[in-house]
């Protein structure tokens, strides 16, 4: 008679999966909760200690690290030396190991969990069973994954056994899944103990979809989330509209960026992974007026994002233009009705007062990563100063600090053109500050007069500077630090106009 081990936290669908390998002649050793249930649906069972010939010992941490059990998993069946060490040692064979971890990411995740109950809930037998079985795959099915138990069932019944592929398939599962379990581990403690940027990086996902393509028709892509994630496009949950492409999720997290600097009423409009129109107002449908206003060419066919309901009145205005997606807190039911009818837009729901779980940016180079801090550093915690001989007014003021949340989202070299809490000119990406500027201007056209300027870095020339002024800017907000300030500042105070320095750049790559 065959043996099949079964120790599982996941229960789901075990109960089935054990009935049906019983009726195909397998014993079914068993232990703790998983041993419980199958006993009462039941299914008989061997508890692990009559396959040990040892007690479970320490409240259950140890239970199967026992020759019994990893010689009967490890015994290369083909090699008589190993097969004549389990008859000697009395030792029968395991031919199906159907085993899944301790709950570790999800005791992790509870709230107010202590650090004991954390540690408790690191698996030890579960995955050396689980590696002793996958590695020798090639004559023992090894299942961490409930949705694999019909394709086993279907190959033990046609066949007899599972082929060759099938158990190849299930151990690369099973070490994909011991590895992302480690990695949560080895992360948690990381971070406890402080350090930063440690030796080995390691990180892990959950897929959550194929994508059609990636930036290209020919390039094949898929989207994983974090663990954890907070304040997140993995987190926001589609309510209508075809699958999210490669692009749409890349724009989508841009927008939703720059949305989070924002307290009151905002509305953010997303092209190409730079914001083409920003606008803040008392209510959302105002600042979705400035955000359209702003830029009423680039936002057609981009992604647009809120930090409040979408209500009808906004609603009625987003459906007479076409948008790729809507992201937003929630809808009201006729706002939702009314965009809905059209059948290809995105509409996401995603809490927009959840926090930044995450705090490093990760970025890939041919084989290799660069890891930095995440760019939260936001106006509250800079010390501004102001060089020039005039101080920008309040009004002015404001409308800077505005530009600068902006600008900190937008590619470099960047600089935004801000007026009536409302973008009016963004340059992006440019190889020079001055090209970027003369963009925005371009953009801003006749609005340009009486506005501000951010720039995400400082200039290393009075030309950015001459350019704003000859266009009616009246104040400039950017880092300083450049070895040729005081070119700046003097271009600025001959034409009577205030700048302001934040000690702080923000290059966007």
């Not at 990411?105 to 408790?120: A, M, N, R, Y």
């Not at 307290?263 to 105002?286: D, L, Q, Y």
Request: one cysteine or more.
């Amino acid at each position: 008679m065959k043996r099949a081990l079964i120790s599982v936290s996941d229960k789901t669908g075990v109960l089935e999966f054990a009935k049906e390998l019983v009726s195909l002649g397998y014993e079914i050793i068993s232990t703790g909760g998983t041993k419980k249930s199958l006993d009462e649906a039941g299914i008989p069972t061997i508890s692990i200690s009559e396959v040990t010939n040892f007690p479970e010992i320490m409240d259950g941490r140890v239970k199967t690290l026992h020759p019994n059990v990893h010689g009967a998993l490890l015994c290369v069946r083909d090699n008589p030396e190993h097969v004549k060490a389990l008859e000697e040692n009395h030792i029968a064979y395991i031919d199906l190991v159907c085993v899944n971890l301790y709950p570790f990411k999800q005791t992790l995740q509870k709230e107010g969990v202590s650090h004991e109950e954390i540690i408790e809930n690191i698996d030890i037998g579960g995955p050396s069973m689980l590696r002793s079985g996958a590695k020798n795959y090639k004559y023992i099915p090894v299942i961490v994954d409930p949705s694999d138990y019909d394709n086993v069932l279907k190959e033990l019944k046609e066949n007899g056994e599972t082929c060759p592929i099938t158990r190849e398939y299930l151990a690369a599962k099973v070490f994909r899944h011991t590895a992302s379990y480690d990695t949560i581990i080895a992360d948690y403690l990381t971070k406890k103990t402080g350090e930063k940027y440690p030796e080995t990086f390691t990180m892990t996902y959950e897929k959550v979809q194929d994508l059609r393509y990636g930036e290209n028709p020919h390039q094949e892509a898929a989207f994983y989330k974090g663990v954890n994630p907070q304040y997140s496009i993995a987190r926001a949950k589609q309510l209508h509209g075809k699958e999210l492409s490669y692009n749409n999720i890349q724009d989508a997290n841009a927008c939703i960026e720059v949305l989070k600097e924002f307290s009151e009423p905002c509305a953010v409009g997303m092209k190409h992974m730079n914001p083409c129109g920003v606008g803040i107002g008392a209510t959302i449908e105002e600042a979705w007026d400035k955000a359209y206003e702003a830029d009423p060419t680039s936002i057609f066919g981009g992604i647009v994002s809120f930090n409040r309901e979408v209500s009808v009145a906004v609603a009625e205005k987003l459906s007479q233009i076409f948008l790729e997606i809507i992201i937003a807190p929630s809808y009201e039911k006729e706002a939702f009705e009314i965009l809905s009818a059209k059948k290809n837009i995105r509409l996401m729901v995603l809490d927009t007062n959840l926090d930044v779980a995450q705090t490093t940016k990760v970025t890939n180079v041919n084989d290799g990563l660069l890891v930095q801090d995440m760019d939260l550093m936001h106006v509250e915690d800079m010390e501004l100063t102001i060089p020039t001989k005039r101080k920008p007014t309040d009004e002015e003021m404001k409308q800077l600090l505005f530009a600068w949340k902006v600008v900190k989202h937008v590619k470099s070299n960047a600089i935004v053109l801000a007026k009536a809490d409302m973008t009016i000119g963004v340059g992006a990406g440019q190889m020079n500050r001055v090209g970027a500027a003369k963009i925005a201007i371009e953009q801003a056209g006749e609005k340009a007069k009486g506005s501000v300027l951010a720039s995400d870095a400082f200039f290393p020339m009075p030309d950015t500077v001459e350019n704003a002024i000859a266009a009616g800017v009246t104040a400039i907000i950017q880092p300083g630090g450049s070895i040729k300030d005081q070119l700046s500042i003097d271009a600025c105070d001959e034409a009577g106009i205030a700048m302001v320095f934040t000690g702080v750049r923000h290059f966007k790559h």
